[in-house]
């Protein structure tokens, strides 16, 4: 279709923007080479074909936003068919004759679904840009208190949306009009181009001439845009649209609750913007900067400084101000003097919701856990945060309280739990500070031993000789302290028999199942997916009786983490209970705001609201619920206060999944109000139904 | 300007603590050392002047249990050199003590010594003025604030009721910490094995200790009271004068 001349400038214009775009990718990919080792490149085959399936299916963007997700659907479904436009409309420019207008069924269907995908683009492509700049969702926007580079908090964000909105109402758009031209020009509309031929009728008029004039317009706005464009890509979000797969394809792929180990003991963590490893870097190039992440964000819902995404956008234009420097050698620049504050690193949960909900694979949580790392080995830890990881270095626990008490809650039992570390159990339970310590959980514990013993387990613990697992202390960046209560629990364990380890504490789970590594390589199960086996096999016995109406709420390390969803709720309903979900539920469910050590520092001055209380208004916009039930003993403790300084106390109780379970066992009635206590399953004659001793 | 920590190392309080079969000592079957807070604060102090006008800090502790992780710690915090003193044998006491730091500081080179201004164990007196009478040099106590001048530091004591002091103190001097300017640092578990890698601590034989002038007769846990009784009327107090005979 293009005369020579066209030709030839179409030519030229491959070959100067092409280059320019090149030297934009290479340079991105010297620069994410520029950040430390990690392992992300085994089984790549599988990764990549993972990662297209995701894609392809759309899955990380339909968990959230279900609007926006379709609309971005049209557009992405569209531009994946116009692969096969944009090469046929290069055949048609470069080979005289050759249309598909009028060739068959083949061309025919071609024709079909380019006439639909390009007006299903426009209208994707129109409700995004009419959603940004007309609806401006307030998610769009950060808390005052987050720092942000100059330029995207000077609008450079939606700049970058109305640059690429418009370069594809443009391209699509002439390409769609080019295509109306066409059959103008032909006389005659085409029913495999049923839109097109409605708009051709309006050109009907036109002169042969001015028609083929239009049509080389149209190609030129179309194709000749493309090759504009592409330079532009590695300075846009829009770039996502290559380095998204990519990224997803080089996601972590270990457990998500086991952290990358430290790169170099000698400078642990990441003090500056090369500290981190390469995924992150490339992170900042995959960003779409659609806040999801800031918008599930526990810190940045609560009004702390913390925005996972403006740490993304900040790399970013930090890197597209600054990336020639850099390569020349140029110094590294501190994180913390342009991509987030310390208070924002100190305000993160570790909940893990910003990596579940981005849609492009990118995980900052993981940038805030090495920035913790080098301010923690730099000798920065906040003071509330150091005096707690002191205690656990000292005493083992982070209640600064002595090691020796760690079982002194059993003492309130009228059974004596076996020692582990003395005989064989079948189950090592690994209790946890909180379920040890507070005494609002200990009541918890002792209920937990309470069922076990009625079941007829065969249950011990390891007394004064169990440490904190570590959890919370790794995520608090202190790798050393956690290396040393590892090191201390595994050589206890070692000198143990038992078969498998079931915790109280979520956060101890994860550490245990995910994180010890050989130190531990029997099963590690959750209380509540051992209740429900138990149940299941009858070993434990739920009386009939309905027991009211009540939510759950997913803790982080037992849901997101570990998919921990499915048993705590089967249980609370075998429990005659009836369960209510709340909006943010499973996966989306909205942290207690205690992880990742922020349990033991104060709340950061001028929150608006802490994530808790937040969670409980939550709940009490369901109607009347009577519990509000938890399987965390963190959760327990939290939640009870936030019920209380939302000023709901007595409207909803806050209650351990294992009250349930005990109450519906009988084990909390009055003796002699007719319901005897349940035997011991190992006290019965056919004593074979209980566990054997291991 | 150099500067000496005196550290020690005293029963952990959150310990239950019980007197030995002998009735004069603590048991130490139950016992677990810590470092003295206040002593804490004293190598934070320490750790500031070094870092505001540079000179060298050296922590000093007794051997005792656990005392190499302490003195590596205070290494990884950033003191030059940590002498451990051995050998000495049973120490009663403050004065003992006092005189067993001031025998190792002849080995020293320093302007000015910080030690907690108190512990849970000084049972006869307070190490700092005890230390500086030792060593015939001047002692300030309760200290919140040093600054570095020119052979000599400015201070701030606390006084009770929240009255503050400024003195001017010649150097050599002893100053009993209260608190250091900030919070003492947190010194990183995996910077401590570092440390304990690659540094040595610096060993002196112990000389003087038990001179027998000094021992515990009788030590027992407070006596417990009977407690409160509360009231809620002025009838029951009334009730409870009329038993008592009072009225
Ligand atoms: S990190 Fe992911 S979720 Fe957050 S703004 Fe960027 S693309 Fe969106
Ligand atoms: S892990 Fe949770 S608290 Fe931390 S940045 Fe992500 S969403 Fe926010």
Request: aromatic share 8%; hydrophobic share 40%.
């Amino acid at each position: 279709m293009l005369g020579p001349t066209e030709r030839i400038a179409f030519l030229l214009l491959v070959i100067v923007c092409g280059g320019l775009a090149t030297h934009g990718f290479l340079r991105i990919a010297r620069i994410v080479r520029l950040g430390k080792a990690a392992e992300r490149t085994d089984g790549l085959a599988g990764r990549l074909i993972n990662a297209l399936i995701d894609v392809g299916l759309q899955r990380t963007i339909a968990k959230a936003r279900p609007l926006v997700s379709l609309a971005h659907g049209f557009v992405f479904f569209g531009f994946s068919f116009y692969i096969l436009v944009n090469v046929n409309d290069l055949i048609e420019a470069y080979v005289d004759g050759w249309t598909t207008i009028g060739a068959g069924t083949l061309a025919g269907v071609f024709n079909l679904l380019s006439d639909l995908f390009s007006v299903l683009i426009l209208i994707g492509m129109l409700s995004l840009l009419v959603r940004r700049f007309v609806a401006k969702p307030k998610t769009l926007e950060f808390n005052s208190n987050v720092l942000l580079q100059a330029k995207a908090a000077g609008g450079g964000v939606r700049r970058d949306s109305l640059i690429v909105g418009v370069f594809i109402l443009i391209h699509v758009g002439a390409r769609w009009l080019g295509t109306a031209f066409h059959l103008a020009h032909n006389g005659h509309g085409d029913p495999w181009l049923p839109t097109a031929s409605v708009v051709a009728q309006g050109f009907a008029g036109m002169s042969p001439d001015t028609l083929e004039l239009a049509m080389h317009i149209c190609w030129w706005l179309a194709m000749g845009l493309i090759m504009v464009f592409l330079p532009y890509f590695p300075r846009s979000k829009h770039l996502h649209l290559m380095i998204a797969p990519l990224n997803l394809a080089l996601h972590k792929s270990t457990p998500h609750g086991e952290l990358d180990d430290v790169i170099d003991a000698s400078a642990p963590g990441a003090k500056t913007l090369t500290d981190l490893p390469w995924p992150s870097l490339l992170d900042s190039y995959s960003c779409i900067m659609c806040n999801r992440c800031q918008e599930v964000c526990p810190a940045h819902e609560s009004g702390t400084p913390l925005s996972p995404a403006a740490l993304e956008i900040n790399k970013r234009y930090w890197l597209n101000a600054n990336s020639s420097s850099l390569l020349a050698g140029g110094e590294s620049p501190m994180l913390l003097d342009f991509a987030t504050s310390s208070e924002a690193v100190w305000s993160c949960t570790t909940c893990y919701a910003c990596v579940e909900i981005c849609p492009v694979g990118n995980a900052p949580m993981f940038d805030l856990v090495e920035m913790r790392r080098s301010i923690v080995f730099e000798g920065n830890a906040p003071d509330d945060l150091a005096e707690v990881l002191r205690s656990l270095d000292e005493k083992g626990n982070s209640f600064g309280q002595s090691a020796r008490r760690r079982a002194k809650w059993t003492r309130g039992l009228d059974f004596k739990i076996p020692d582990a570390r003395k005989q064989p159990v079948e189950y090592l339970w690994f209790v946890g500070d909180f379920a040890s310590y507070d005494p609002q959980c200990q009541e918890i514990s002792r209920t937990v031993a309470r069922i076990l013993h009625a079941a007829g387990v065969d249950f011990g613990i390891l007394y004064e000789g169990e440490r904190s697992a570590g959890n919370d202390v790794r995520r608090t960046g202190e790798e050393g302290l956690f290396e040393a209560l590892t090191e201390q629990n595994v050589e206890t364990l070692a000198a143990c028999e038992f078969e498998r380890i079931f915790t109280t504490d979520p956060h101890t789970f994860n550490a245990l199942k995910n994180e010890y590594g050989d130190g531990v390589t029997v099963p590690v199960e959750h209380y509540t997916t051992l209740l429900l086996r138990l149940v299941e096999s009858e070993e434990i016995q739920l009386g009939d009786g309905s027991r009211g109406k009540a939510t759950y709420h997913d803790p982080c390390f037992l849901g997101r983490y570990n998919g921990g969803f499915d048993a705590p709720r089967a249980l609370i309903e075998a429990c005659g209970t009836e369960l209510v979900e709340m909006p943010r539920n499973r996966e989306q469910s909205f942290c207690c705001g205690a992880g990742g050590g922020r349990i033991w520092m104060k709340d950061q001055d001028g929150i608006t609201e802490r994530p808790s209380d937040n969670r409980i208004r939550e709940a009490m916009s369901l109607g009347a619920i009577d519990y509000f039930v938890v399987s965390c003993p963190k959760d327990l403790t939290m939640y009870r206060d936030a019920v209380k300084s939302t000023g709901n106390d007595g409207k909803i109780e806050v209650r351990d999944i294992v009250e349930f379970v005990a109450d519906a066992m009988g084990l909390n009635d009055e003796p002699g109000d007719g319901a005897e206590a349940i035997p011991r399953a190992g006290d019965e004659a056919e004593a074979g139904a209980a566990p054997a001793n291991g | 300007m150099n500067t000496v920590v005196l550290l020690k190392r005293v029963p952990d309080l959150v310990e239950d603590l019980e007197v030995d079969s002998s009735g004069t000592a603590l048991d130490s079957e139950h016992l677990k050392l810590t470092l003295n807070e206040f002593d804490d604060h004293a190598l934070e102090q320490a750790l500031l002047l070094k870092e505001g006008g540079g000179g060298e800090v050296t922590a000093v502790a007794l051997d005792s249990e656990d005392v190499d992780k302490m003195l590596f710690t205070a290494l990884a915090k950033g003191a030059d050199r940590a002498l451990k003193i051995t050998g000495t044998g049973a120490v009663n006491g403050t004065s003992e003590l006092a005189e067993v730091f001031a025998q190792a500081l002849g080995s020293v080179n320093y302007d000015l010594v910080l030690t907690g201004v108190q512990a849970s164990d000084d049972i006869d007196g307070q190490l700092a003025p005890t230390v500086a009478a030792k060593l015939s040099v001047p002692c300030i106590e309760v200290i919140t604030g040093v600054e570095a001048g020119d052979g000599s530091v400015t201070v701030h004591k606390e006084y009770a009721g929240g009255v503050l002091a400024e003195f001017e103190m010649t150097l050599p001097g002893v100053l009993g910490i209260q608190a250091a300017a900030q919070s003492p640092r947190y010194a990183p578990v995996s910077k401590v094995r570092q440390i304990q890698d690659s540094a040595t601590l610096d060993e002196v034989a112990g000389a003087g200790g038990d001179n027998g002038k000094f021992s515990i007769v009788v030590m027992t846990p407070p006596e417990t009271g009977e407690g409160a009784q509360m009231l809620e009327s002025v009838e029951e107090l009334i009730a409870v004068l009329d038993s008592k005979g009072v009225i």
